[in-house]
């Protein structure tokens, strides 16, 4: 059964807090992608990588920062957390092949007070 | 430019069939998915169309006009498991990144 796991269901920080969400992919699949997702505003690109060690900016990358060091592995980061970073973040893989269908992770609920 | 309109809410009943539809305005568009998201979860791919026409599984079927710009999802037998959200998301040629619909709220009662 493939699958796409996040690190949390559930975290919650504080104002400037550094955090890291972990996502891990056991597809051997070349891309990898951040969205948040916010009611009324659907599932918005934060980051995209397509291959190790390779980023590129989605349509809402400030105040965040990604790192790709192994293929099934994406980490984002929140540099210092902000109010305004409260969501839901998932993270998706796809082949670079066929459909490029993509495969998303539970999500992690992120509240920052 | 990449635009993807698809109704905010629909209602039905149980054991009814209804009809999702989306219009999208891509640029180099080349394909079109549907994903099915529960409250609280992830999308969950449901069919993907490139070519014209109806692709149908089992109680799911989905349609495309590329001349139209016009897609629709349509469920018949209706579940309240059903109840969900569904995305709308347009692939473009030589792009891995989909563009998502804001998903149409579909809420199925007794």
């Known amino acids: 059964d493939v699958k796409v796991t996040q690190s949390s269901r559930y975290l919650v920080k504080r104002t400037g807090e550094k955090v890291f969400l972990e996502c891990v992919q056991d597809m051997d699949h070349e891309n990898m992608f951040w969205y948040r997702q916010d009611p009324g505003l659907g599932l918005r690109l934060i980051y995209f990588?397509?291959?190790?060690?390779?980023?590129e900016k989605g349509d809402i990358p400030e105040g965040y920062s990604v790192s790709r060091e192994k293929k099934e592995r994406f980490s984002l980061i929140l540099e210092s957390a902000s109010t305004n970073q409260t969501s839901m973040y998932l993270c998706?893989?796809?082949?670079?092949?066929?459909?490029?269908?993509?495969?998303f992770g539970p999500g992690t609920r992120l509240t920052v007070l | 430019g990449q635009n993807i309109d698809q109704p905010t809410e629909m209602t039905a009943t149980e054991g009814a069939i209804v009809q999702i539809n989306c219009t999208y305005q891509t640029s180099g568009f080349n394909g079109l998915f549907w994903y099915q998201q529960h409250a609280g979860e992830a999308p969950t791919f449901l069919s993907y169309?490139?070519?014209?026409g109806l692709e149908e599984k089992g109680r799911f079927s989905s349609f495309l006009s590329r001349s139209k710009g016009y897609s629709y999802l349509l469920l018949k037998e209706l579940q309240m498991k059903d109840s969900a959200s569904y995305l709308c998301v347009t692939k473009v040629g030589g792009s891995y990144i989909p563009t998502f619909g804001r998903g149409t709220s579909l809420i199925v009662h007794p």
């Open positions: 998706a893989s796809s082949h670079r092949g066929g459909y490029n269908e993509q495969f």
């Open positions: 990588s397509y291959d190790v060690k390779m980023k």
């Open positions: 169309n490139v070519l014209d």
